[in-house]
């Protein structure tokens, strides 16, 4: 490798766009409308959403009895947990007069109840009372608006996606660190991203991009595995830390297409959970929840613990100058020292409609030395 290489100064896209973003300043641009966005037709991303369990809030942002309106899959939504405890989602609009029921609708037992005439939903969009009307209407009682299949998992509410309606072909993955007393509560993150789900996705197998957008100290050696519904990774890399460089390993995946995870070792014990929503074909909403095992980030490694969320984040930041911006290549140039782009679109494909999911089919793709050594 050239010295050039060794001493390439920071991305032009990360010191034009967030060298003077520090602060509340940086927290307003992550999740801020992106002036002069190009459509979608312009950037062609017009991709499908993908079908598959995603976050729909922080199980603590919904408590007993609250109402909370949403806004993804390019529908609007409304979501509330019941006196038994459990989170519900509907389709907003009610199916009498078309109130929306996020705003004003209130919980009744575990129903929703509509806040124009009271007419009160189960969590399958079934009317089960109307308080003024002898008789039912038979269509309100089969079922009159699209109720959503959700789970809680990991103090998050997921909901399942699937645009002809299919009943979910997998379940929400459990974190035990999530639950484990020895770990640290969430420290909470978010942006709003202009691109498709898929594209956010794709970056996890552009091993080159570590070195060129996050500035790791070297070509990381990496490892995918594809499997079913499931994909992992490991990635070793040199990391710069307030020690000083250290060996570092990314151990990451996702459990369908919305249920992204990361566990880093070698600085400090972390596992990222991460809430990856679509809202409309081109706008993801990107939460990012860490929690560290206590021993580090309450002790003498504090300081480095917080270095490395800061840096995970940084790099968050420096991905969405580009992904917003981002035009999708369907037949990309590519090289050899590229990662496993186009194995990871086949890959990708299962989640959209028309194909099918083959959990027995495995694939391992690895490299050594990626780049020029």
Known sequence: MSSNDTQRPAPVATREFLENLKGEELVRWRTAEVPNRRSMAERSIDLPMPFGWF???YSDELAVGQVKPLRYFGRDLVAWRGEDGQARVLDAYCAHLGA???YGGRVNGNRLE???HSWRYDGDGKVGDIPYAKIIPPQAKRGCVKGWPTAEANRFVWAWYHPEGIAPLWEVEPFPE???PEWTDYERHEWNVYCP????AENGVDVAHFRYIHGTASYPDWEVTMKGHCRSAQVNAKMDTPRGQVDGTISYGVVGPGQPWTRFTGICETLLVTGATPVDQDHVHIRFAFTQKKSSAEGSQGRVAKALIADICRQLDQDKVVWDRQRHMEKPLLCDGDGPIMAFR?????????????PDVERTLARKGGGRG
Request: net charge negative.
């Open 100 to 102: 929306h029921m996020g």
């Open 197 to 200: 789900l898929q594209t956010i």
């Open 55 to 57: 976050a729909m809030c």
């Open 346 to 358: 086949d890959f990708y494909q299962q989640f959209y409609p028309g194909k099918s999911l083959n």
């Open 178 to 180: 999530t639950s484990d």
């Open 114 to 116: 509509c806040p124009f």
